[in-house]
Every structure is written in structure tokens, then in C-alpha cells.
């Protein structure tokens, strides 16, 4: 199709502070998204849950009286455990920010969620009406799925619109056979 | 990233006889591959095991000699079955190098082959060197993890490239909820 009759885009990108996502993001600007497009770009960063862990110490989940009974953390690390979360959000969504910054006319948006990636990342694709969702992966396969939730695996069942998963080439082994 | 600059790209798109494989060819042609690009368009058909399941009907697994003990079906039966499964792959990669008809300069290949489709796609994605695998997607999510392998979700953990698997997207129920 001709880069003029394309229509304009959403593509959604979910971002975190592994380099498999900043990888992901790369490999699009690369192949997805073009310059003088009418893309919108949609970074999305999700804090998870144990962004928030702290709040477990806190048996009363009033976070902001520290006169509360059952508080653990003092008012000083509460804050500074919560600065270091938004920091990292910053840098994140910092850094890809930069990534995009030779995009002419694509618009580049940002949003900030909290909760559970998978389920967040599903509805934010919905919500945001985007036809592309992009993640990295990890490449870690057999372990991800031992112990942990595949976040990329479950959007790519859940989310409606296309996922492209993007996982970092590594050379193959016996290519060529 | 402009278009001058980007490099020549191996893209494999799975299609076989499916509506849903049908629609992720058509959706990457409109976002993914472009008319003037020095892409290589790489059409894979596998021929799944179901397609050769008269096999299953000759005990003796000699197909070719009719006179061998154990062998039920005819050889015009046999020469019927087999003809139909091609018959099958050439509609579908005809009317898949139909859909790419309009694109300039990118190359379009094709190529036929045999065995469990998982594993096929996984291998030929090696051997062929591809930049992007593409694969349709059944909506029928519960159903497949129940009943049947889902080779998207294989293709997604086992495959070394990105890969975008496309779903016939629906309107959403509760849209802008």
C-alpha cells in the first residue's frame, strides 16, 4: 500500500524499564512507524503492583497518616520509596521520548497507569481504541513460564486488536542449515 | 525512521486457507509492507498433518504400490485426496499473490511445506532468516486452548524474530467505558 493512502494509526507501545521494551519501541520506529506518517504513537507505561509493595507494610492502607496504628514505614521512607517509582517512570518514559524525537508530524503521546500490566495493558488498548499494541519479550521463556505471569503472552490472547511481539534477535544457532 | 533509510526486510507471513489468515496477509500489507520498499515478501503455506490422513488408512505406510496388503484405499481415491490438498495450496497462495499485486519492487516469494504448522513456522523462520514473522489469529481463544494447540501462541514463545499476530478485530463491546 502507498505511504499516502494509509490511513492515520494508533499504535500503542508498552514501556517499562526493561531494555527487552526499549528494544520493542526501537524495532518500531524502525519498521512500524514513519516519519511524515499521521501516526499516533502512545507510550504507555504501567507502575505494577510492587511499585506499591510498600503499602503492604502499612496494615491499615492509610497510607498518609503516619499517627495510625499498624504504620511501619516512617513518613521519610514512604516518600522516598514513592519518589524512586516516579522517578523510574520519568527516566522510562524520558528515554523513549528521546527515542521518538526525529518523528516529524507523528504525534506522541504518553499515559501513566497503575496495576496489574497484563489486565492494564488489555483495557488501555481498548480504551485507547489503539490498532497496534506493541511489547517487548523476555527471552526467558521456559522460567517466565514457571514463575511468573507472560504479560506479552496474555495481552497477545486478550487484546483484540493486532500485537506485535517484539523479542531481541539473538544470531541463531546452525543458521544456515 | 524515513523510508530512504530503512534496510531490505524479510517479512514470512503463515497463510493457509482461513479467513483469519487471509485478513493478517491483507492488514500487513496495509501497515507493514510498502509498495516501493525493498522488502521480501515471503508467502509459507504448511500443509498440516490432517492434510495427509488417508496415510493413516495404509497400514503398511506404502502409498505407492497399491498391491501391498493393508492397503484400503484406491489409487484413484488416494490420487483424489492428494489432489484436492494441492488443489487447496495453489487456491491459496494464488489468491494471497493476488492481494500482493499492486506492490512495486517488493519481492514476493512463495513456499510450500509439510509437517506439524508449530513447528514448521518455527524452523522456516530460522531457515529463511525472516526479519517478521506474521500469523492470523482465531478468535475463538477459550475454545483453541481447550481443544486444539494454538500455533500463534507456540509461533510467539518458540520464534527468535518479532512476530505480530493479527486478529480480525471486532467492534469492542463497551467502547469508551
Known amino acids: 500500500m502507498s505511504e499516502e493512502s494509509r490511513k492515520e494509526r494508533r499504535v500503542l507501545v508498552a514501556v517499562d524499564e526493561s531494555d527487552e521494551s526499549m528494544y520493542a519501541l526501537s524495532w518500531s520506529l ?3 512507524i514513519f516519519q511524515n506518517s499521521s501516526d499516533t504513537l502512545i507510550l504507555l507505561y504501567v507502575k505494577p503492583h510492587h511499585h506499591d509493595a510498600y ?5 491499615t492502607g492509610i497510607m498518609d497518616d503516619p499517627q495510625t496504628p499498624g504504620h511501619v514505614l516512617s513518613p521519610e521512607a514512604s516518600a522516598a520509596i514513592k519518589k524512586y517509582s516516579q522517578d523510574v517512570v520519568d527516566c522510562v518514559l524520558q528515554k523513549s521520548k528521546r527515542m521518538c524525537k526525529d518523528l516529524e508530524n507523528v504525534k506522541v503521546e504518553t499515559q501513566i497507569e497503575s496495576g496489574n500490566p497484563k489486565d492494564v495493558i488489555c483495557e488501555m488498548s481498548r480504551k485507547l481504541n489503539a490498532d497496534l499494541l506493541v511489547m517487548g519479550s523476555h527471552d526467558y521463556a521456559a522460567m ?4 511468573f505471569d507472560s504479560v506479552s503472552e496474555y495481552c497477545s490472547q486478550n487484546v483484540k486488536c493486532p500485537v506485535l ?3 531481541k534477535r539473538k544470531p541463531y544457532a546452525g543458521s544456515g542449515n
Not at 517466565?144 to 514463575?147: E, S, Y
Open 144 to 147: 517466565k513460564r514457571a514463575f
Open 30 to 32: 524502525k519498521n512500524i
Open 165 to 167: 511481539i517484539v523479542r
Open 55 to 59: 503499602a503492604t507494610f502499612d496494615s
